[in-house]
């Protein structure tokens, strides 16, 4: 205990040139790949509805790329404790492009079939790509870790901002070579991943072998405080707190999938264009990641704990807002909260599961949280359709608001003692 309180003394742990490089360039990775997986929200539920011409299915598409994330998370984090983080993102990398491409030729032949393949593909490699969250904890001590996950986090702000103009330069493009705008958004999204290979090949050394010395790239007094979790702490209460924080990620998932689905099915009904909704999904994306730095330096100086439960609490009250909205911008605020709500409670959860799993087994982590969220964000989506089909749109917004209860209430057991640090 002795050690505590020079951390305290220290709250601004020097961070070494080196990790601020390979931090940048997995932001920028996390970026470029990020426009193609916002394609997903904006075109999914009205690339299927074309497709197979009933709403009730509408998030059938997000719920394929859950299922192949939650598929492939776990042994891609077996994969990546194993040979490294960067085996990881170059297989996401791989994957994505090709699904990306089988896409965009099943929207060409009208295949509803071969969509799903892409979609299979196209999620497993998104699912892959997650591993730069596990890198980004690898690289920071526990004093800064949730800035250092966020950081990697903001890179997908910039990815929500490349989405609208390639969705725009697919619609302008294909009227001018007249190809179907939506196929040709997918088409063009290998362009965008290519120069991520070059990005992952430029991280050196490998994130995982930061954290397993640690001690070369930071002060002793900087961690101290690194293993106490699991000094303090027996295999129970380790396991409690990260069933906590999974439990917490996978219901925000869950509701914010669900909700960003049908609610681009909803914008569409109120006629509005596909750029109107691609800038619908921009706003919400800039929820979920504008404000990440921030929201990672709040879990770092007040703790992970009462930034999980704040961002819980705007996640239903964003759902909410969406319910009993009736016009473009109602929703679209609605939208916006969901994805900042998120924020908090997703990126808070994702640094507690960290803070109490060593380096060698953080992959797995990381991957079980990835496989439960992606099991939520499968299923939900589907019940939200089912649940607009037969209702309406205001009764999928207290659902959403529902949801949420049951994590806060078991998220309010962890005992965080101080940020990082559990009792």
């Not at 799903?116 to 998104?126: E, K, R």
Request: hydrophobic share 55%; with cysteine.
């Amino acid at each position: 205990m002795s050690a505590q309180p020079s951390v305290q003394a220290h709250p601004e742990v020097p961070i070494p040139p080196l990790v601020k490089r390979n931090t940048w360039r997995l932001a920028i990775a996390q970026a470029i790949n990020g426009a193609g997986m916002q394609l997903v929200p904006t075109l999914g539920a009205i690339q299927v509805v074309t497709l197979l011409g009933n709403a009730a299915f509408a998030g059938v598409a997000t719920s394929i790329m859950a299922f192949s994330r939650a598929m492939t998370a776990y042994f891609v984090g077996r994969l990546t404790d194993q040979h490294g983080r960067k085996a990881g993102m170059y297989l996401g990398l791989w994957l994505s492009l090709v699904g990306a491409l089988i896409i965009g030729m099943a929207t060409l032949l009208g295949s509803f079939a071969l969509f799903c393949v892409g979609a299979l593909i196209f999620g497993s490699g998104v699912g892959a790509v997650q591993q730069m969250r596990v890198a980004a904890a690898d690289m920071y001590p526990p004093s800064r870790r949730g800035e250092g996950i966020s950081l990697v986090a903001m890179g997908s702000l910039f990815g929500s901002g490349i989405s609208p103009l390639l969705v725009s330069l697919a619609e302008r493009l294909g009227k001018l070579l007249g190809i179907n705008e939506i196929a040709l958004a997918w088409l063009l999204v290998p362009v965008l991943v290519l120069p991520c290979f070059l990005l992952v090949k430029s991280i050196r050394p490998d994130p995982k072998q930061i954290a397993l010395e640690m001690e070369k790239y930071y002060p002793a007094w900087a961690l101290d405080s690194a293993g106490s979790n699991s000094v303090e702490l027996d295999r129970g209460d380790l396991l409690r707190v990260r069933a906590a924080a999974i439990l917490s990620a996978v219901t925000v998932q869950g509701q914010m999938v669900m909700m960003m689905a049908m609610t681009a099915l909803a914008l569409k009904a109120l006629d509005c264009s596909l750029s109107q909704i691609s800038f619908s999904v921009a706003l919400h994306a800039m929820g979920m990641f504008a404000f990440s730095w921030p929201i990672g330096r709040l879990a770092d100086r007040i703790g992970r704990k009462p930034v999980i439960l704040a961002g819980l609490v705007v996640a239903g009250s964003g759902a909410l807002l969406v319910g009993l909205g009736d016009g473009y911008w109602v929703i679209t605020t609605g939208t916006f909260l969901v994805g900042l709500g998120w924020s908090g409670a997703f990126l808070g959860s994702n640094t507690m599961v960290t803070d109490v799993t060593p380096p060698t087994k953080r992959g797995q982590a990381i991957g079980v949280l990835e496989l439960w969220s992606n099991a939520a964000g499968m299923t939900l989506p589907i019940l939200g359709g089912l649940i607009v089909e037969g209702f309406d749109l205001h009764v999928l917004g207290f659902f959403g608001a529902l949801l949420v209860l049951i994590p806060i209430f078991v998220m309010a057991q962890v005992r965080e003692q101080r940020p990082g640090i559990y009792r």
